[in-house]
């Protein structure tokens, strides 16, 4: 069994909305486990928010696509955006535990979603950022 959903958002905050409601019905329909639904919710939030914030070097509009993939044991998310590139795989992950005066800021998106996935796979092709995120979640 192969159940695809394809859609698309434009780069702002406000579409954040329509992105969760969009995902959650579609979790719904194919008997998503909850927790994994949760889980897949707020790594979804993060990697949108971050294209949004920290990936378009203009004020244009752009869409984010997103490709919904479900399997028998696993449903695949990936973002494609024209973002600049970037990988947040090859990202150092941030020094825990240090006292608050010495923290760095932010930081702690990427370590949450790869905590919270089962695989992840990021390649920059033809222009697009395409990051994909695996979760076992039946």
Known sequence: MHNDHQFQISNTLSELTTLQATLQQ?????????????????????LVVNIINYGYQDQAPHKIAINLSLT??????????????????????PELGLPSE?????????????????QQHYEYK??????TVCKNCR
């Open 26 to 46: 579609y979790f719904d329909h194919n008997h998503i486990d909850k927790d994994a639904a949760g889980e897949l919710l707020l790594v979804t939030e993060e």
């Open 72 to 93: 028998a044991q696993q449903l695949s998310i990936t973002f494609t955006d024209d973002a600049r590139p970037f990988n947040p795989l090859a990202q150092n992950a």
């Open 102 to 118: 010495e923290a760095a800021i932010g930081g702690l998106g990427i370590p949450l979603i790869t905590k919270l996935s089962d």
């Open 126 to 131: 033809d222009g697009h950022n395409i990051f």
